[in-house]
């Protein structure tokens, strides 16, 4: 079994994320004892200065990227059918919500070593089930749903912890030229973007692996 660093960037607001993460978790599966992979997870926000009460989706890509309803529904089913095909189940999404809360939260959630298993619950309930993951009330049902202990979560979110270390990561990522997500890094040298189909990471992997004794 050969370790593998997976540094991965992304937005719990970004749809490509959660079907980059299923896509990448079903390649290891494929790779099965192959490989001993190391999570690091790092946040990036698409809307970082979204307010409280977030923003209807519409709206908000209109504004953002010019689209048009029709355009948006496209992309929406686009999105639902490639989620589908690496196994993450889409549900309606009206609204855009601010994550800041959500990163830190995972922040905490590192110092626990449960910070993939918490990204999944996340963008479960935000992309499967359309909450929203700026109240604090989902976000501690979504820690509590891995394992994570409620009454700590929401002593974090109601104060400013890792407040610092989320602006701080922002910056680093930023630092590196990265300004789309979902960014994957393998082994702290290998980039890969996008939610790309979960036979690319394989192979990405799978090179990597054969490059892993020359490094």
Request: hydrophobic share 45%.
């Amino acid at each position: 079994m050969t370790p593998l660093r997976i540094d991965f960037i992304s937005d719990i607001a970004c749809p490509w994320c959660a079907v980059g993460l299923a896509s990448l978790q079903l390649a290891l599966s494929r790779l099965g004892d192959e490989v001993d992979a190391e999570w690091v997870m790092h946040p990036f926000e698409l809307n970082p200065q979204m307010g409280p009460q977030g923003e209807a989706i519409v709206d908000y890509l209109g504004k953002k990227y010019g689209r048009t309803p029709g355009q948006i529904a496209q992309t929406q089913a686009l999105i639902r059918e490639r989620g589908a095909s690496v196994g993450f189940a889409f549900g309606e999404r009206k609204f855009v919500y601010n994550t800041f809360d959500a990163h830190r939260l995972l922040q905490w959630a590192g110092a626990k070593g449960q910070q993939l298993p918490l990204e999944m619950a996340l963008m479960r309930a935000y992309h499967g089930e359309g909450e929203d993951v700026s109240a604090h009330d989902v976000l501690i049902e979504a820690a509590q749903s891995v394992g994570l202990d409620a009454h700590e979560a929401r002593q974090v979110l109601q104060g400013n912890d890792y407040a610092d270390e989320v602006r701080a990561d922002e910056r680093e990522t930023a630092a590196l030229g990265i300004h789309s997500v979902p960014a994957i890094i393998f082994n702290q040298r290998y980039l890969v973007s996008g939610g790309q189909p979960a036979e690319a990471f394989e192979d990405a992997i799978r090179q990597i692996l054969a490059e892993a004794p020359e490094a």
